[in-house]
């Protein structure tokens, strides 16, 4: 059975991030979230593998941020 | 308001037991004729055990309530004789359409697979099978059924259970080895002895309006998410026989239940969705709200046993709440009829819980998930749900996220203790391992004492039946597990080659469904589940196999 990658696994790490923010640049919350849902959608269906998208999404839920 | 249905009025008939004493003993009472005790009463008959039918009522049920019916419950229902009156008078559906505001996301057709007798599912008002079931018990003298007989209390006493009844006539009591508890939902007996049935309540109301339509509508089903005529809410319009339609309506939490029972205030409504010149009138309209609980035993006191919706309940999406409680009886059937034989040890009857604990947690996981995705509980679910839809529209990625109900399919019994688990030797497809139930396929019948029906399914149930493939018989086994009781041997050959029941595999789905090689043979369970299955027979493996199934090694 296949395992969430958390090794390093970007082509380019800096570019990805760019385009991401490029992604929210307009800072209209509410069409964010409509982005963010997509990709999440888009991401899970291409990852396809039932075990490694609970991995991920426990790992999600598990992580604090200072304003939490 | 039901123009096209005349409920049957079933008389009261006094019984000789309201004046008999001591109470008259029975091996079986059933309380409720809901489909699940009238299945129970004639399941029961074709084993040979009489049994008396209590209901309240003396009719069939008021509307259309369950209304998809999937293959294995025709199944089931062939297997007492309904089947064909309910393929006769249902109507099948391929073409599913999912719309999301005003626009059509994407269709889908449900291609059946060929070669097996009975389709995917049809849609039938619950009033009809109902119907059937009490005609074809007509044909039992041996179940007596009484209608306006209202089980008041059911009662352990030692090895005993008595039951109570009220009627228009007087009071009587009767006793019996077993009670099966089949009254509905609410089930007054269980709660009466302190039982509970637990799980989600959920907040939404929907309505149900049975509509006549005058126009040519196409027999397709439409799922409206948040559409522009009902803003917000989730809509579903199904086919029905007689020209019927069936439009779900959710209402949201907070509805008025009874402003809702009102035609005038439902008109505006369906106008808006199907247009103004379609005519339409209106059959049935209810308001209801729903829950997912079972029970957690479906077994009280050892005698009392909960079947059909009073042991586990779903919500209507997914359509599973009268084919799982078919399902449900005819698990218990064949293993109540055995113990009161006394050919299986009363601990197979525990199985009955296990088994069926496992089929309700399937159909309540999947009603959930339906009912989650058509009424999200909060903003970014919801956020999510739309966006799933949105996406369907253009990528079929997204397609199998679409949630409005799933197809109802038959519970494989993983890990029952009544299974013989494969040989790893034996190389078998996953497909019908050991707790599956039979896949059908088209045969000729070259000898046969049962159905003269070109199907396989029709040739298995209500007994053991080892089904071999003929090209490498063992005739030495085959000639002494011949002698088994409740054991009948099928041949898969292509001519008569023995005194057996013999089929030949007229399409060779037979051999591809279930995998053949010469000599394969598949121990199948009165209630035409796998119990094992092996690729060269030995006597005492069968044997063994056999003993386990009726629950020998439990005790
Ligand atoms: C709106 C709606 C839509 C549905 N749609 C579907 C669907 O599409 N597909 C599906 O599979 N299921 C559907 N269902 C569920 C289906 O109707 C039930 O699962 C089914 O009726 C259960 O059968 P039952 O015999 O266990 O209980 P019931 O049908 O409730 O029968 C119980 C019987 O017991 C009798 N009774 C009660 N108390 C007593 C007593 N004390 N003494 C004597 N008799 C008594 C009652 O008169 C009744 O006849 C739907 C249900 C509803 C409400």
């Keep these: ?68 | 308001m039901v123009s096209t249905y005349v409920n049957p009025v079933y008389a009261f008939k006094p019984s000789h037991d309201q004046t008999a004493n001591p109470p008259t003993h029975y091996p079986v009472l059933i309380v409720g004729g809901g489909p699940t005790g009238l299945y129970c009463a004639l399941d029961l008959a074709k084993q040979g055990i009489p049994s008396v039918v209590l209901d309240e009522d003396n009719t069939v049920s008021y509307g259309s309530r369950a209304l998809c019916f999937s293959k294995r419950t025709l199944e089931i229902l062939d297997r007492v004789g309904c089947g064909q009156a309910m393929v006769d008078k249902g109507v099948t559906w391929q073409l599913g359409k999912v719309f999301f505001h005003e626009r059509q996301v994407y269709e889908f057709n449900l291609l059946p697979e060929d070669g097996h007798q009975r389709p995917a599912f049809i849609n039938i008002q619950q009033y009809y099978p109902e119907e059937f079931l009490v005609n074809r018990i007509q044909d039992f003298p041996e179940i007596d059924l009484r209608w306006q007989s209202k089980v008041t209390q059911v009662k352990k006493i030692g090895e005993l259970v008595e039951v109570s009844v009220t009627t228009p006539t007087g009071d009587y009591r009767m006793t019996c080895d077993y009670v099966l508890v089949a009254d509905g939902a609410n089930s007054p007996i269980r709660e009466s002895l302190g039982l509970h049935s637990s799980g989600q309540i959920f907040n939404d109301t929907f309505l149900i309006a049975d509509i006549l339509m005058k126009a040519d509508f196409p027999t397709e089903r439409w799922f409206w998410f948040d559409p522009p005529f009902h803003p917000g809410q989730s809509v579903l319009l199904h086919k029905q026989p007689d020209g019927c339609w069936r439009i779900d309506f959710q209402l949201g939490p907070n509805a008025d239940r009874q402003a809702w029972r009102d035609p005038e205030k439902v008109r505006p409504l369906v106008k808006a969705m199907l247009g103004d010149d379609i005519e339409f009138e209106f059959e049935w309209l209810s308001v209801y709200s729903f829950r997912c609980r079972r029970m957690d035993s479906f077994i009280h006191e050892d005698r009392i046993l909960f079947v059909g919706d009073s042991a586990h309940q779903v919500s209507p999406f997914g359509a599973r709440g009268a084919n799982g409680a078919l399902q449900s009886a005819e698990n218990l059937i064949w293993k109540l009829a055995r113990v009161l034989k006394q050919q299986a040890p009363a601990a197979l009857l525990n199985t009955y819980d296990q088994e069926r604990s496992q089929g309700a947690d399937e159909n309540i996981l999947n009603s959930t998930r339906a009912t989650d995705f058509i009424t999200p509980k909060n903003r970014v679910t919801r956020l999510f749900r739309d966006t799933v839809l949105e996406l369907a529209e253009q990528y079929p990625f997204a397609r199998p996220l679409v949630n409005s109900g799933r197809l109802s399919l038959p519970c494989t019994y993983e890990n029952s203790t009544l299974s013989t688990a494969d040989a790893v030797t034996d190389k078998f497809p996953k497909t019908l391992r050991p707790g599956s139930s039979g896949k059908d396929a088209p045969i000729k019948a070259l000898n046969t004492a049962h159905s003269a029906e070109p199907w396989l399914l029709p040739q298995l149930g209500d007994r053991f039946v080892l089904l071999v493939d003929g090209r490498a018989l063992p005739t030495e086994a085959l000639a002494q597990l011949e002698q088994v009781t409740d054991l009948e041997i099928v041949v898969i050959a292509e001519q008569i080659t023995t005194n057996y029941t013999t089929l030949k595999d007229s399409a060779g789905l037979v051999a591809e469904r279930y995998d053949l090689q010469p000599g394969t043979a598949y121990l199948i369970r009165p209630d035409q589940h796998v119990a094992a299955r092996w690729r060269q027979i030995h006597v005492d493996k069968v044997l063994a196999a056999m003993q386990r199934a009726l629950g020998k090694e439990l005790v």
């Design chain 1, 1 to 68: 059975m296949s395992q969430l990658n958390l090794q390093a696994n970007f082509s380019d790490a800096d570019a990805f991030f760019a385009a991401l923010a490029d992604l929210h640049r307009e800072g209209d919350e509410r069409k964010s979230e409509r982005i963010n849902a997509r990709l999440i959608l888009l991401l899970a269906n291409h990852i396809g593998d039932q075990a490694v998208l609970i991995e991920a999404m426990h790992i999600a839920a598990q992580v604090t941020t200072t304003d939490e």
